[in-house]
């Protein structure tokens, strides 16, 4: 068969690991690269092998492309996202899906009745400790789930270009921009939708000595959030951004009335102190034999070589262009998927500045609504 054909918009850090992963698959190729930016443009062209472009519509219009793999800033999604749904291709949007419950609503009313599949990249769920966790789910290993935690601890965030990641207006903030990947978890590893968020945080060490045109960044760097579900069920994440020492970059712990299951991840390899890759960890902790099963998750080297996500990225490239090959089905993570993410992170947010308890029954009906 043809190889697919895809093209990038946006072209930085992970466009540039978008590339490198589909360069994985066997029967796929990037033909396409656009970044408004010299520099990225030009390392993604040489990365790829591929035509670059300056203007997305450009792209759009060139006819060089099966799928649309969308990683540009944030802030940008959802007027890029407009242009992308009015073609006939599949699309991978990064996360978030934008950068505000509002925009990610008017996305997916803009998607209906669209027949090329839209996919939301939640790379987290893809991580092979977590795919293992999922599947002793599935099995009942933990018997009824009744609650997540998730802890990262972690490196700050990355110098970008522009300096786009420093400032809330433009990412979402940390909790949409960093978190949404959790709460995207909580909500498939409880099989609920979250009812009710708070969130206690801070901008406390981070980036504190920066300055952008006499701005200081006011980006959340650390913080607790607690999402209750309307299965009476819930969760909590501890989230820590100067925490570089940590052996385990993230924890995903679910707990039922039998176990409880443990995928524990590294940081990347180029931030360890000997700048070696490590594996992975799955762990059940049984209740009746008081006792811990814990495994190493192995991955092949050159995929965990290939970015920053533990392989994720590369088994959910996979999984999307099976579908792309199928010509039907629908996306593994939906519209609505990215919306539930994005509207947590955005409650998380509010919390933090104003102490409250957000009830998300209440933002629901309201956008229900004026719908």
Aim: glycine share 8%; proline share 4%; net charge negative.
């Amino acid at each position: 068969m043809a190889p697919i054909r895809y093209g990038i918009i946006g072209s930085g850090m992970m466009g540039q690991e978008h590339m490198r992963n589909i360069a994985l698959l066997e029967g796929a190729q990037v033909t396409a690269v656009c970044d408004p930016d010299e520099g990225m443009r030009a390392q993604a062209a040489a990365l790829a092998g591929a035509q670059a472009f300056s203007d997305h519509r450009a792209l759009l219009g060139s006819d060089l492309c099966d799928a649309y793999v969308l990683a540009a800033p944030n802030d940008l999604h959802a007027g890029l996202m407009r242009d992308l749904l009015a073609t006939d291709k599949p699309i991978l949007c990064e996360k978030p899906l934008a950068t505000t419950s509002a925009d990610c609503r008017a996305l997916m009313q803009a998607a209906e009745g669209r027949r090329a599949p839209v996919w939301v990249a939640m790379e987290y769920r893809y991580m092979p400790p977590v795919e293992r966790l999922r599947a002793a789910l599935q099995e009942g290993r933990a018997g009824t789930s009744r609650m997540v935690s998730i802890r990262e601890h972690r490196f700050p965030f990355l110098e970008k270009v522009g300096d786009w990641n420093r400032f809330n207006a433009r990412t979402g903030g940390t909790m949409v921009e960093k978190c949404c990947h959790f709460f995207d978890l909580m909500r498939l590893l409880l099989g609920s939708d979250p009812v009710r968020v708070y969130a206690s945080g801070g901008a406390d060490v981070n980036h504190r000595e920066e300055r952008y045109d006499g701005r200081v960044p006011d980006i959340v760097d650390h913080g607790f959030v607690t999402v209750d579900f309307a299965n009476g069920t819930r969760a909590m994440l501890e989230l820590c951004m100067f925490a570089e020492g940590s052996y385990w970059q993230e924890v995903v712990s679910v707990t039922g009335d039998k176990a409880r299951l443990d995928a524990c991840v590294p940081g990347p390899a180029r931030f360890a102190p000997d700048g070696q890759e490590r594996h992975s960890e799955f762990v059940i902790s049984d209740r009746a034999t008081k006792r811990e099963i814990r495994d190493v998750v192995e991955v092949d080297a050159q995929i965990l070589g290939a970015g920053d996500h533990h392989g994720s990225t590369y088994f959910q490239h996979a999984r999307f262009l099976d579908l792309i090959r199928k010509g039907h089905g629908q996306p593994e993570v939906s519209l609505a998927d990215g919306y539930w993410s994005v509207l947590v992170g955005e409650a998380a947010e509010h919390s933090i500045r104003t102490h409250q308890v957000i009830d998300l029954r209440e933002l629901t009906t309201t956008a229900a609504s004026a719908a």
